[in-house]
């Protein structure tokens, strides 16, 4: 039998229903969310992915901005326009769309954003916290990855969970979050020797290594649940997660589509970090 389906879309739809209460709520109280985006160079890809943030809070009722700047602009003018955004009351959310070009000093651009906006969950104090059980703002993709479990209905606690690769946004946080919720977990990555004998044993697979197709039906045990997060875009031009969606669907339980799974599931998160930060600061 086929695998179900975790439908990111739909759950996205749903959350965001409830994302224009909190919002209206807050704006009631003088307390309207902010985020401003800050996008450098002019790669299309994070062209699209500023464009879908910005039209994304729009559509909940949050104050959005986008701030552009040039490939070779000097790294100092972004971060005094960080440390801007930081004073201003009105912002609730900062976001620096990364890659960043190659003379900015990606980590100071993070850490330079305050720890109370930062709704990517990409600072130190962040990542600390997360790691301590007690996270304040988790990391998107993760985020919307542990929504999509809950939505399903599927127990983590003592499951064997593999975590194909290891990056800071999605392959570390994704594995500090299972082990947070009483999994068992395997990280694995580009030097993993004999990958398909740790993803035959997995409750749980979560597949971000941004290669196409890559995790395919031979590595996966029957009743599995397989979460695909990467997406890739082949010759022909049609997009394709990192999992082999028609032959891996008949072996796992529960699959996630590319597109419609852990991509809208993304940004609703970045929306629930940005309200949850608003939140705080008005003291709800």
């Known amino acids: 039998m086929a695998a179900q389906i ?25 307390h309207k969310p902010g985020l401003v985006v800050i996008l450098v160079g002019e790669d299309t890809a994070s062209q699209v992915y500023v464009r879908n943030k910005v039209a994304a809070c729009e559509s909940v009722g949050l104050y959005s901005e986008k701030l552009v700047y040039p490939a070779d602009v000097k790294p100092v003018v972004v971060l005094d326009k960080i440390a801007e955004l930081n004073a201003d009351p009105r912002v609730h959310g900062i976001l620096v769309q990364l890659p960043l070009p190659a003379h900015f000093d990606e980590a100071a651009v993070l850490e330079a954003i305050a720890a109370e906006k930062d709704v990517d969950g990409f600072h130190a104090e962040n990542v600390g916290a997360l790691a301590q059980g007690n996270p304040r703002f988790i990391p998107c993709t993760p985020y919307g990855v542990m929504k999509m479990f809950e939505k399903g209905g ?16 999605v392959g570390k946080p994704m594995a500090l979050l299972l082990i947070n919720a009483g999994a068992t977990v395997t990280v694995c990555n580009s030097r993993t020797r004999d990958l398909r004998a740790h993803t035959r044993r997995a409750d749980i697979i979560v597949a971000a290594v941004g290669k196409p197709r890559f995790v395919t039906a031979d590595m996966v045990k ?3 649940v397989v979460i695909d997060v990467g997406i890739n875009r082949l010759p022909d031009g049609r997009l394709c997660g ?5 032959g ?14 852990v991509g809208p599931m993304t940004i609703t998160m970045l929306l629930a970090n940005t309200i949850e930060a608003a939140e705080r600061k008005a003291g709800i």
Do not use: M, Y
């Not at 990192?242 to 028609?246: G, K, L, P, R, S």
């Not at 891996?248 to 799974?261: F, L, M, N, R, S």
């Open 242 to 246: 990192d999992v082999d969606f028609e």
């Open 248 to 261: 891996v669907k008949e072996i796992a339980d529960w699959i996630t589509p590319v597109p419609g799974g």
């Open 6 to 30: 975790l439908d990111g879309k739909a759950l996205a739809q749903e959350l965001r229903a409830g994302f224009k209460e909190r919002t209206a709520a807050l704006a009631a109280r003088g």
């Open 222 to 224: 029957p009743g599995a």
């Open 154 to 169: 599927v127990d983590l606690s003592g499951k064997e969970a593999v975590v194909i690769g290891r990056s800071n946004i």
